[in-house]
Structure formats: C-alpha cells, structure tokens
C-alpha cells in the first residue's frame, strides 16, 4: 500500500515543483562564467575607491612666559590605494605680535612604495614675518617597525639652500581612552638663510610629551609639555600645550 501511495503522489510532487518559482535553473557555462567575471571586476573596483582623510594631529594653546602663541599642525589626503594628493599646514600665531608669526604650506604627489610607506614629492610655500620661500620637496611617510609614526623630507628652495626634517612619535596606550604620546621634530639647515629666518645648523626642532583622552576616536582633547632643542626661543624654557586632535 506504502509503494501505491507514493505512485499517486509522484505526479502531484512534479506540477508543484513545476509552479515552485524559489526553485531556479542551474546555470549555463556562460552564464556562470559572466557571473564570475562580474564579481572579480566589483572587487577591483572596490580595491580601487576614492578615499579621504583630514586630520588635525595639533592644534593647540601654547604657554609660555612673555608669549603665548596658537600653533595648528593638520593634513589631508585624498586618493586611492597606492597614489594620493597630500596637502600638508603648520604654523604658530603670536599672541605678543598678534599676526602669524610663520606658517608652512605643502602640496605632494604620494604614491605607495611598500606597506605603510608612501614616497612624497611635490611644492611648499613657507610665509610669516620672515622672507616668504618656496621649496622642492621630496620625503618619506609611513609606519616604521613597533608603530613609529615617521614623516621625513628634504627640501631645496628657490635660492638652493638645503633642509632636512624628520619627525616622529609614538603611541602608547595607557588605558582604551588615554594615550601618552613621545614626539621629536628635528630640522637641519645645511647654510643660512637670514632673510627667511634660518640659520646653518639645527633650527625649529623640539621634543614633547603629550596625554589624551580619546572621548572617541576622531576626537581627543590632550594636555603636555614642549621644550625647544633648537631655533628663536630658549631651549632651556618648557612650555605647556593644551590642545586636542581630531580626524575626519
């Protein structure tokens, strides 16, 4: 009897599977090869996105007996995976003066020379109370090993005198939220160049130490301390910086 009722109902099970629209048809050979085709060239195109970044990493209050001054340090990019446009500002204003005491200017060319290294090259404007001047530049940027944050360059300006620079800092988390943050900006002059403010030797460099409490991630008000190794002021006279770093 079992066999009888399953001939009865072999007929019902094809018509239903028949008018089943969730039941599809296998694909055709060219139908899965397009398929395939289509998702390989979405994943490239996803690789491939335009993206941006603007961040402020300084910008903050300085306080130092007989001048206080605003100092701003932030950049953005824009670009895909491996090439970029950079632009890159820092600069102080006075307080005493009341005027931009100097301010900097770069527009680079990135392109990606390894992971988390990018070779830059490209223009910067420097202009304040001094002489304005225009560099070539060509510089490195990336993540060295244990996570320094390195940006380096080399500059020639219009008159041929060259600069070195390097920056670096590192991250260390105390907690989720508060972070210490070592940090040393060094520039080297290799002659003068008076009318613009600098002298052979080292100038404009100094070391500080910074604490932030990342509120969230893209905004963090921070506390620290900056002692000149170099340049106009004392470099035997600290001075406080109360900030805060953000990123878009």
Known sequence: MRWALWLLL???????AEHDHSVMPMPTPVEDAAVTAAMHTTMLEHGGMLNYLLQ???F?????????KFLWDAQAWFGG??????????GE?????????HSKLQLLYSHAVAPFWDLQ???RHDDGIAKSRDYAVIGLQGLAPYWFAIDSAVFVSERGKLLLHLEAEYEL???QKLLLQPRVQLNHAF????????EKGLFDSNIALRLRYEFAREFAPYIGVERDIGGNRPSDDARIVVGMRFWY
Do not use: C, F, M
């Open 10 to 16: 072999l007929p019902l099970t094809a018509v239903a």
């Open 56 to 58: 402020a990493d300084r």
């Open 60 to 68: 903050e209050r300085q306080y130092q007996s007989g001048d206080e």
């Open 81 to 90: 995976d491996y090439d970029k446009l950079w632009v890159k500002t820092e």
């Open 93 to 101: 204003w006075s307080e005493q003066l009341h005027e931009v005491e």
């Open 121 to 123: 090259a490209g223009v």
């Open 173 to 175: 988390r105390l907690t």
């Open 191 to 198: 002659a003068n160049d008076k009318p613009a403010g600098i």
